[in-house]
């Protein structure tokens, strides 16, 4: 039986550094480094290794994850492995999933400890990466599935996936749904596959969206007694500082400060503005709780309710909208998929 053809795509990160003579970790490492240091890798797949970039994970773009979709559509592979680092991972592998709709595996994966240190997982996460890519149950479920992200042998959704502490070898999760599968041994065990309506019919409203242009949007945190001083000079700015949509990351299932509310209300006037729980995740209220900074009166005032989105999600989603050319009525439409 013929392996399967898997294309390895590079990014950067940590899994892709290597030490310079003062000890310090730089980007150096290239795709074909990463499949090397993975000698069973062959016996797996037919791998083709490409370098796409050498940068770390917090210096990817919106037009860099545009530009890595458009080639993963006109690659002739089984099966597509997106190697980064780890600091974006949850908010370009959701992004991925909604630009492609594809019958074959896209996995992203990354490492938590760099190579120079002792047990590093980038290798056993790459070979993870690829047996995932490679498996039969994945490859006639990969349009089901969707992106996913594959970390210390756990398949996660991108939707769902969540980076939950910043240097732990476990770092991360899927805090509202578990993984989809599993590896054990040299086998993939399925678990669930991902309720993604709300996806599916997002992609089906996006259309293009790499056509379109950026469209920063400006995430705004909730806290204890947050007086709005921030929303109030971007209101105040002639050009919104630039901000072409915001995502409010709000309390509970869907609250804001009183102090603060009038400004968040008078936001999303200006830009479309979409709350989404900065519980990191679950369906936020819609009609529980009433006064002037409840999800009742932020729901009349205007506000985009953005469901069960993590807030870095919300971004993502709100920017392709966005970039899309999706008008207001459209945009709450797409986000109400999500409650």
């Known amino acids: 039986m013929s ?37 069973l890798l062959a016996k797996i797949a037919d791998i083709e290794a490409e370098t796409v970039s050498r940068v770390g994970s917090h210096s990817l773009s919106f037009d860099q994850i545009h530009a890595l979709a458009a080639r993963i559509r006109t690659l002739k592979a089984d099966g597509v492995v997106v190697t980064q680092g780890t600091d974006t991972l949850e908010e370009t592998s959701f992004l991925l999933d909604l630009l492609l709709d594809l019958e074959i595996p896209v996995i992203v994966t990354a490492a938590m400890r760099n190579p120079a240190l002792t047990s590093p997982d980038g290798p056993g996460n790459l070979l993870a990466a690829v047996r995932v890519a490679a498996d039969p149950w994945v490859r006639a479920h990969a349009n089901a ?19 939950v502490h910043p240097t732990r070898l476990n770092a991360f999760a899927s805090t509202q749904t578990g993984p989809l599968a599993a590896l054990v041994e040299d086998r993939i065990v399925p678990l669930a596959l991902p309720v993604r309506d709300a996806l599916v ?41 630039g901000y072409r ?37 679950g369906p936020l209220l819609e009609k529980t709780y009433g006064g002037p900074s409840s999800e009742i009166a932020l729901r009349k005032a205007g506000l985009i309710w953005g469901g069960r989105l993590h807030p870095l999600k919300a971004r993502i989603l709100l920017e392709t909208c966005l970039r899309a050319s999706l008008d207001r ?11």
Do not use: C
């Open 245 to 281: 949509g915001a995502v409010v990351a709000a309390m509970g299932g869907g609250h804001t400060p009183e102090r603060a509310t009038d400004s968040v209300v008078r936001l999303a006037t200006e830009l479309p503005t979409v709350v989404a729980p900065r519980a990191g995740g």
């Open 145 to 163: 599935l969707g992106v996913v992200a594959v970390m210390l042998d756990e398949v996660y959704a991108a939707a769902d996936v969540l980076k």
């Open 201 to 241: 019919a997002a992609r089906r409203r996006l259309g293009d969206a790499a056509r379109g242009q950026a469209s920063p949007v400006a995430l705004l945190w909730m806290s204890l007694d947050e007086p709005g001083y921030l929303i109030n000079a971007l209101l105040a700015a002639p050009d919104r500082l």
């Open 3 to 39: 392996k399967p053809h898997i294309h390895v795509l590079a990014l950067g990160g940590t899994i892709a550094t290597r030490p310079d003579v003062t000890g310090a970790m730089q980007m150096g490492l290239g795709a074909d480094d990463l499949v090397a240091a993975v000698p």
């Open 329 to 339: 009525p459209a945009i709450a439409e797409v986000f109400s998929a999500w409650n």
